[in-house]
C-alpha cells in the first residue's frame, strides 16, 4: 500500500482534516502530512502524542483477546480532535478541526483504505504466481517482529518504574 498517496487522499476529503500519518507496529510514524503550517502542538509535543497514541494501542492489545481488535479510537479536545484508524497492523493518525463532523469523516477514511487496500500493486501478483500455496511461514521476520515488541515493552517499563520513582 502506497501510504503516501493514502495520508494525501485522506487529507483531500474534508477540509475540517488537518493531519494525516502513518504509524507502525514499532512505534515509528513512517508517514506524515498536513495542511498548512499551523500545527497546535511543538515538534516535541508532536512526538509525545504519538508516544502516547502508541502506549494505547500497546495497552488495548492485552484485552484483544475478549474484545476483539481496536478498530477506531477518537479523541475529542477543545481545540482538535484526534483519531487512529487500525488496518493493516498499523495506525493511520487524523487530527480534524474542533466541531467537525467526525462519524462522516470516519466513514469517507475507512472507504480510502477500502478502496487502497484492495488495489493490487504488480510485486503482489508477481510473488503470488513465485509462492505455493504451503508456503512455510516466515519465522525469521516473526521472532524479529517479537524481539522489537519486547525492546519497546522494555522501555516502556523501564519509562514507568522511573516515573514511579520521582
Known amino acids: 500500500m502506497d501510504y503516501e498517496k493514502l495520508c494525501d487522499e485522506v487529507l483531500n476529503l474534508d477540509s475540517q482534516i488537518r493531519f494525516a500519518g502513518i504509524l507502525n507496529s514499532r512505534g515509528e510514524l513512517v508517514t506524515e502530512k498536513s495542511k498548512g503550517n499551523s500545527s497546535l502542538l511543538s515538534e516535541d509535543e508532536v512526538k509525545m502524542s504519538i508516544h502516547y497514541t502508541f502506549e494505547h494501542w500497546n495497552r488495548v492489545k492485552n484485552l484483544e483477546h475478549k474484545l476483539g481488535k481496536e478498530k477506531l479510537f477518537v479523541t475529542e479536545h477543545e481545540n482538535v480532535i484526534l483519531f487512529s484508524l487500525f488496518f493493516n497492523g498499523n495506525l493511520l493518525l487524523l487530527s480534524t478541526a474542533p466541531k467537525s463532523n467526525y462519524s462522516k469523516i470516519i466513514s469517507n477514511v475507512q472507504k480510502v ?54
Request: aromatic fraction near 2%; avoid cysteine.
Open 113 to 166: 483504505i477500502k478502496k487502497n487496500s484492495t488495489e493490487k500493486k504488480p510485486e503482489d501478483e508477481i510473488s503470488k504466481t513465485k509462492t505455493s500455496p504451503r508456503t512455510k511461514p516466515n519465522k525469521k521476520k516473526d521472532i524479529s517482529e517479537l524481539k522489537s515488541r519486547l525492546e519497546i515493552l522494555e522501555k516502556q517499563i523501564d519509562a514507568l518504574s522511573k516515573f514511579k520513582s520521582v
